[in-house]
């Protein structure tokens, strides 16, 4: 009798167990439930709060009138680095001349588009820089300059390879629109071959000379040996040369001094020996005071030219020279005088003389006009009485010219 109700109490305590593991299992499951329903609870007040907070940023952003950030756009893909580089700055300057009065030496048309400069400049690789200057003008094209620059070289050196402007005193080194008077000044037509002043094809070597403070910079040149109006090269091997040394510094925080010697000869092509020698002195103030730079300013310039021409007949030594001012009265106003005397190269004996009284006005940096009163007394006995008005203009990223 015995064995039976042990059976049963085993069965019932199996069953018991059973019973405390299903209670275990479901209040596990209550417990997870319970915490899933918190969780969700908890992100749901969460989105609301961020809600909230966007809303009331987009109410402050309203009221200051100021619109919401557009969306970014996507990244794209940075271009190649030669992209843009090798695309040149270009630009057009435009030089309008008319004049007034009467001239029977010079003869200067009334009114004509004298240059219309196209500049193209550009970085040709990490080593050079190549730059061309194209002058149109009313009687044709040319290549006024079209060089390259090696900046890179060893010893700190500079060296151009092309066709450029002769570093050959101050005048000579500008362009015609960066001249501060409408025409050219004596000096420079009759001793060094005309109004384009003496412009080579051939090799240029420049080097800065460390003086402290000073700037120093000395500058040999090599050109094929005919330039118009002032060498002839009879053969190849017949070349003009050209040494120009420059010095400039600044005396005061508003004042500066620029001095400049320059020799050159070639051949004139009047004999087989024949040459003609130049020589030249240069020297520029100019004043700015730091505080009304916008308003005021003066420069003061002069250039002395001698020309050893030797021909059958014997040497022609001849000089010539000039003094220049330049006030500004006001932001867009200069007031400027000339005075020049220059012998003739190819005869010393026949001297001119000159006077000029101009007056410059800018609209803007990209546009002048500027007018000129002028009295040249001519060797033949002319003196002629001239009125000048220059009007340029530029468009496009124009390059600045050397200081």
Known sequence: MRRPLILVA??????????????????????????????????????????????????LKAAQGTAEAPEAPPLAAAPAPSANYFKPSVAVIGNF???????????????????????????????????????????????????????????????????????????????LHALPWPDEPLPIVNLLGGEEGWIGSGFSIAKLIPLGDVFSELTAQVFRGDAENLFSAPSRNDLAYNGHYRVFSDLSESTNLDVGLSYGFGPNGLTEQSDTQLEAVDVTFRWKPLRSAAYRSASLRGEFLRSRREDPLGTQNADGWLLSGEYQLARRWFLGARYERSDRADDAALTDRGQALILTFWPSEFSQLRGELRRRHYAEGETADEALLQVQFGIGAHGAHPF
């Open 97 to 175: 001349l008319g004049v007034a009065g009467s001239n029977e030496t010079e003869n200067l048309p009334s009114a004509e588009l004298r240059e219309a400069e196209l500049a193209l400049q550009a970085v040709v690789d990490p080593y050079a820089r190549a730059e061309f200057f194209f002058s149109f003008g009313e009687e044709g094209v040319e290549i006024e300059e079209g060089e390259v620059s090696f900046t890179a070289l060893p010893w700190g050196l500079l060296a151009k390879v092309g066709r450029m402007r002769t570093a050959f005193g101050k005048t000579n080194t500008l362009h």
């Open 10 to 59: 085993v069965s019932l305590g199996a069953g018991g167990l059973l019973f405390a593991d299903e209670a275990r299992d479901t209040a596990s499951d209550d417990r997870v439930s319970r915490l899933e329903q918190r969780i969700a609870e908890m992100q749901s007040a969460y989105e609301q709060r961020i809600a909230a907070l966007e809303a009331e940023v987009s109410a």
